[in-house]
């Protein structure tokens, strides 16, 4: 049922009718069919029912075969768990990676499958997770994968991981999240202010008006606050460590905007930032390969936090 002035969500579950905000200054859409259209908020849930399955299959693969420490709660909700993926090698530099999926599909276990490669460069892996929307809201999702960097921090000698060598990387969704990361002031939470090294954003949303504007906001909920507090482009602080943000080349034109604009303003604060464009794959097929040690998507990481 649709009432005047609400947005209704043709994904799985439940959404709610959430009043539409006016298009503002600066968000380069008419109305949220065109949103729709550029962030492939269109593409059926059936229709990615492959594409999760692949994930699926792979990770389950992964788990067979690689040491691995799952359900290791870190959040105050029961969703909010990692699976550990340790290094043979004691003080191995730590990356926590963040899954996507919208902040409302997916969970953790189909994402193993991007730790192989990273463990094979020398990595301890860890792939965290959160209460998905609509039962829970992307501030939420937010504390929990900052949680999860605490629990990295404060338990690295029991995974063979180096409390100093620590990094994140997240997509999509997680890519969104890694921007907040990003942007933490972690002091705040007792840790050191750079206990993340360095930070790779893949294909993120740091402006969520666009989200907000979006069909997708009659499940994650975004309104004034939220919308604000959970834009990274919006909190840039004078001190953060060094991004690399990424984007496919066959990614719509909104995934490439939102990454250099990002940039810009990152760049703004003087701070180190760059951005590296990953030819002839677009925004699934790229984090596909990232489990592959040899792929560009993981090597492009990998060179990334060598020199930090």
Known sequence: MSTKNSIEVNLPGQAAAVPQPPMLPGVPFNNPEEIGAELDLTRSYADMMPYFEFCLTQSMKTRDAMNCIEDIRVGAREEERIDVFPNPNPKAPILIFVHGGWWLKTTRKHWSYTAYGFVQ?????????????????????T??????????????????????????????????????????????????????????????IFDMRVIQHSYLNGFVQLNGES?????????????????????????STEFHRQAEEFLEAWKAKKLDGSLVI??????????????H??????NAVVDFFKKH
């Not at 040690?293 to 993981?298: E, K, L, M």
């Open 278 to 291: 990953i030819p002839d794959e677009d925004h699934s097929t790229y984090i596909f390969e990232m489990g």
């Open 143 to 204: 504390q929990a994968n900052r949680a999860a960097v605490a629990w990295a921090y404060e338990h690295a000698d029991e995974i063979n991981g180096d409390r100093d060598r620590i990094y994140l990387a997240g997509h999509s969704a997680g890519g969104q999240q890694a921007g907040m990361m990003a942007v933490t002031d972690w002091v705040q939470h007792g840790l050191p202010a750079d206990v993340l090294k360095a930070v790779v954003p893949l294909s993120g």
């Open 227 to 251: 919308v604000q507090t959970q834009s990274a482009i919006l909190h840039i602080p004078d001190s953060a460590p060094p991004i690399q943000l990424m984007v496919a080349e066959e990614e």
């Open 121 to 141: 460069h020398g990595y301890t892996v860890i792939v965290s997770d959160y209460t998905l929307c609509p039962k829970g809201r992307i501030p939420d999702i």
């Open 293 to 298: 040690p040899d792929s560009p998507t993981c």
